[in-house]
């Protein structure tokens, strides 16, 4: 049989407390024995009775002899529960009835005070076959306590979980290391907090903190991320789950070695929504502002429409940012793709050759794809009478590359040749001025985009 007492076991509040116990102690997940448990009782539980951590764990753990009133001894009761878990943690084994780890034995069951989202003992009805608690082993029960050490105060509890190694030990570094400045200045702060309420713009924070802060070449990671949205009150007991797609944490990875990530922070302060630009003068007056490009990566939405400064006639990004997220969030053909740069090459050729500053604006306030297609057949008129030697698109090209689903998709098509009109003509549209607002409706385009 292993000596080995933790290997991950898929449970985010097991993991998460794994890791804070590998950081905390300094060894590897796999390398902990119970003598590196014993050390790390009375440092933790220590932290836990200030005042802000109290607090921190009241959300995570209710009716716990820490946050319990009642309990006048709370250190050597703790102290006592941990003891008691460790001299009942045997190694992992082929099997056991544990819902967290499935190689151990259940010694008794665990409520909300030491497992969150759990039963409540005796309080059993609004649990599941008026269950008194969960089937979690000593190892896994212990492991838990020291969840709090990993979590992420966000309003309410954000907790990470990955089945990346390097993700999940570079964000318990960050998370320990916090704790460590909260020991040495002695100004306990509870659970890791940056000042974030809205939990999908901080958990899009706390992925680019780990890219950025670590040199890894993270774009090579093909990680499954989930945050846990959480509380444990004895009332109202919450969980939201939050899935970042693969892709859209590759692309997030890719960004920051573009030449122009400046430009993509631009495309992000554009999906922050009631937002006064003009008045800001510090990221906390907006950084709890829902954020649109956020909100749609997350569910899967198109973001294209961020890329495109439509007041200004300006292409954010370049077409080598866009056309990276085009493949490697939205999955779009690279046939496709090139099919759309070459018609938006030929339209920003025509335009500007022609002088037609008019057709420019047809092209962006279309409202309706039967409308849309009539101008692009003048301006295919146009370009025969004006003895164009080839044709701006073929048959199929039309078909299967510009509008592969005709009026479910010709927004996209419509925004993606904007953008690269905008991007060529750059220099030529500043002499023409930009002064004239264009007449676009957002709410319509908005609607648009979500699908």
């Known amino acids: 049989m292993s000596k080995i007492i933790y290997d991950f076991t898929g449970n985010p509040f097991v993991d998460a407390g794994i890791w804070a116990l590998s950081q905390w102690v300094g060894k590897k997940p796999e390398e902990l024995h119970k003598t590196d448990l014993k050390k790390v009782i009375d440092d933790v539980i220590s932290l836990y009775l200030t005042p802000k951590w109290s607090k921190s764990l009241y959300q995570i753990f209710p009716n716990n002899p820490i946050t319990n009133n009642a309990v006048k001894d709370k250190k050597d009761r703790y102290t006592s529960i941990l003891d008691d878990l460790i001299n009942n943690i045997t190694p992992l084994g082929d099997y056991g009835d544990c819902v967290a780890c499935g190689r151990r034995n259940i010694v008794q069951k665990s409520a909300k005070d030491r497992i969150p989202l759990t039963g409540s003992k005796k309080l059993i009805n609004y649990f599941s076959y008026g269950a008194e608690g969960a089937d979690y082993c000593p190892a896994c029960t212990f ?11 966000c309003a309410n509890m954000l907790l990470i979980h990955s089945d990346s190694n390097k993700i999940m030990k570079y964000w318990s570094e960050r998370a320990i290391t916090n704790i460590r400045s909260q020991l040495i200045s002695k100004n306990y702060t509870g659970c890791f907090n940056e000042g974030f309420k809205n ?65 993509w922070l631009r495309i992000v302060r554009r999906g922050y929504k009631f937002v006064n630009w003009e008045k800001v003068k510090e990221e906390n007056e907006y950084k709890n502002n829902p954020n649109t490009v ?74 309706n794809y039967r409308n849309y297609r009539n101008i692009l057949r003048i301006i295919i008129k146009k370009r025969i009478e004006n003895g164009a030697e080839e044709p701006l698109f073929s048959f199929d090209d039309y078909v299967k590359n510009l ?22 003509l750059h220099d030529w549209i500043i002499q023409q001025g930009v002064s004239e607002e264009l007449i676009v409706n957002e709410d319509e385009k908005e609607a648009a985009e979500n699908v």
């Open 294 to 367: 956020y909100e749609n990566l997350l569910s899967g939405k198109s973001i294209i429409r961020f890329f495109i400064d439509r007041k200004n006639r300006e292409a954010l990004g370049g077409w080598d940012l866009l056309d990276h997220y085009l493949e490697e969030v939205r999955n779009m053909d690279e046939n496709r793709i090139e099919t759309i740069k070459k018609v938006g090459d030929e339209l920003a050729e025509y335009i500007k050759s022609s002088d037609d500053i008019k057709t420019l604006k047809k092209l962006e306030t279309a409202s």
């Open 143 to 153: 492991a838990v306590q020291f969840l709090p050490l990993n979590t992420y105060f």
């Open 199 to 263: 939990p999908k713009n901080a958990l899009f924070h706390i992925i680019q903190d780990i890219i950025l802060h670590y040199d890894e070449r993270w774009y090579l990671e093909k990680p499954s991320i989930d945050f846990y949205y959480f509380t444990n009150f004895n009332q109202g007991p919450n969980l939201n789950l939050y899935h970042v797609p693969t892709p859209v944490f590759r692309f997030l990875a890719y960004i920051p070695q573009h030449e122009k990530f400046m430009e």
């Open 403 to 424: 509008f592969p689903e005709g009026n479910l998709t010709w927004r996209e098509t419509q925004d993606l040749i904007l953008f690269r009109i905008y991007e060529v």
